[in-house]
């Protein structure tokens, strides 16, 4: 049993019949007061349902519940998906006696098949009935596709004298790139924050964490990320010295949350920061970590254990941002095998296997030519995410 | 015995030992009289050596041989390698007896190691012994390095009563995208072209080939195009008529090479037609286009042979590019699969999948917003990408 350690939060996850395989499908979240909320969501034109209700729900700053199927991305399917979401929000809000517009609706699969509604229709009151203040670990579960682990993390934060707790919930495996998010994120607090900051802050926070990752460089049409502040543990985030508390904490939250997608990332067998330090800016830095990181080359290169590193030389060349091919100096772990734009040697190649050889690890592209950085977290690309993907639908 | 079937044209391959293999790994264009020379060459602003030599030798408009190792691509190697690169091209004017600036020069392999110049020094006599009238499928075998097959078109035009040759070839397959051209590709005319129109129909003929083709989505630091016109033909190419002809054919060459690199695309078992049609601008359509077509999640739904639709109309929705979801349809070789954003129903997809499960075939998505359209050329993403790539230098 998981406890989201959040005071005031009930979650549960069952099986309704959506996901082929019949593992769990279907999450809620629950909060006993109405709670404030802030969302981020994808910024792919293709969006889901389910993320345009809630781009318009979360207006109003108040939410008390979340509901989640996975198994059918509800997008694609028109206004009979726009119902279909809405229904989804209202036989929750009914069967929690709310009202509809302070539930939030998202949904994770296959785009482009009709959601069956009446499996979550059929199946809503048992999964109130099944709300726990011990839930989360059903409710992470109900929330995978290609996922293999669960994704949930905890902090605890201290002000007025009084604890507050950050819990946070993710899925996503594939279809992932920098430009937002992961597919789903929900955050529980029992802080008392406005939801104007609460915004602000996950702004901040998902900037520095699921905006820098990637896994294959797709981004999903239903990535969300949802927070809820209830208020419950009595700590008022009301200065700017506590709402930098409260941003680290969640942004802590948050990117451990963004590093486990990726560690969990399709296929996967590593977890590699992508380092451009000394940049003339940071958004230069981004984009060449970013292309390096989304490089199929590097990323099978990264599999193979390979210190291959005129491909990671010629992604930054590509990158679409000046750089001096000559100044360039590589480090894995902080072992230099490349300076000036060539290679150190041979005799260090031996060092740099032994980095590429572990689980994690961190690749340095100095360009020498400012003082901005920017990191992005990959992960290699091996015969299973074929496998994954060829299969996917199947 | 393979015929270039352009007069005043001999070519040779051997094997001079870069290759670990133990392959053909040395290779020869040599023109009887001097020729008219035109290139392209590839963005990246990480440039191999051999790169920008050529760049500067073809501002003079002349060259009469072409020599090209495979197994080092000679870049990121400093001063070291642009001197190996003057040096190759130098031994090779030597034994033909020409002036050095006449020889361009070409290069395709791993990136970051010393060239093995010696290796190129003490062949070249051998070498050019081979140089052969019916040399060019030894030629074409020196510059492959993961390709599985060689690359060869010819195609003959008629004007002023007499007949031209335009022989093309080409190696590639993994490292393309459209930013630029394959890696390498030669070409022989005898046709008689100023350099200036000569430059102008390759920059033409590549824009509709070359960089309408994606492998992997990265880009190479050796991508070079040479035409090599000689004037043997005695047609000489001096109106808006016979240019346009020229092009034409020129065109047909570099498109058919650049087909045959995808189909021979790391690991590929499908060559894919992505047409945007309906668009705003040409420019639009195209950016679509190269979204989908390097999607890794499309690509592994290619191998899979898996109608997942979904994910065409997420990249397109992902490619920065302001789009209409609702708007859109899809046709599988015609086959309507989706319809203003939605699936057309699960009985078509069977018809698709028996699309999906050929070998060649057309993808085509229909913005419904303009009259503009664009179509990139993919393959699909296997295992063997994988595989080829995680062990490409060991």
Not at 179 to 207: G, P, S, W, Y
Not at 252 to 265: I, P, Y
Not at 302 to 307: K, N, P, Q, R, S
Not at 339 to 352: D, I, Y
């Amino acid at each position: 049993m998981e406890k989201s350690g959040c005071r005031g939060f009930k979650t549960a996850g069952i099986q309704c019949g959506i996901k082929k395989n019949g593992g769990h499908d279907l999450g809620l979240i629950y909060s006993e007061v109405p709670a404030t909320v802030a969302g981020v969501f994808t910024r792919n034109l293709v969006a889901a349902a389910p993320v345009k209700l809630d781009r318009e729900r979360i207006k109003n700053g108040v939410c008390q519940a979340i509901i989640v199927n996975s198994g059918n991305a509800n997008c694609c399917t028109g206004d009979d998906g726009m119902k279909k979401a809405e229904k989804m929000a209202q036989v929750t809000a009914e069967a929690l006696g709310l009202p509809a517009e302070t539930v939030c609706v998202a949904s994770t699969g296959v785009i482009g098949q009709p959601l069956p509604i009446e499996k979550i229709e059929g199946n809503i009151s048992r999964l109130v009935s099944a709300l726990n203040e011990d839930g989360i670990g059903d409710f992470s579960k109900a929330i995978l596709t290609t996922d293999l682990v669960m994704k949930l993390v905890t902090r605890t934060g201290h002000a007025d004298g009084k604890a507050f707790t950050i819990t946070g919930v993710a899925k996503g495996s594939g279809m992932i790139r920098p430009d937002m998010a992961t597919m789903l994120c929900f955050v529980m607090t029992d802080a008392d924050i406005d939801a104007d900051r609460l915004q602000k802050t996950l702004l901040h926070a998902t900037e520095r964490s699921f905006n820098r990752i990637t896994v294959d460089g797709d981004t999903s049409t239903n990535d969300t990320i949802l927070v809820l502040a209830n208020k419950q543990a009595g700590v008022r985030i009301d200065t700017a010295e506590k709402e930098t508390l409260f941003q680290t904490h969640l942004t802590d939250v948050l990117l451990e949350l963004a590093k486990m997608v990726v560690r969990d990332g399709e296929g996967a067998t590593k977890l590699v920061e992508i380092g451009v330090v000394n940049a003339q800016s940071a958004e230069a830095a981004h984009e060449i970590a970013n292309t390096i990181a989304n490089s199929n080359l590097v990323k099978t290169a990264l599999f193979g254990e390979d210190a291959n590193w005129g491909r990671i030389i010629a992604a930054a060349g590509r990158a679409g941002v000046p750089i001096d091919p000559d100044r360039i100096d590589i480090r894995f772990n902080g072992i230099q095998m490349v300076k000036g734009g060539m290679g150190c040697g041979q005799a260090l190649e031996n060092q740099v296997t032994a980095v590429l050889k572990q689980k994690e690890f961190r690749i340095e592209v100095d360009l020498n030519m400012g003082a901005s950085e920017a990191s992005v977290f990959t992960c290699d690309f091996s015969y299973d995410y074929v496998k994954i993907n060829a299969d996917y639908r199947s």
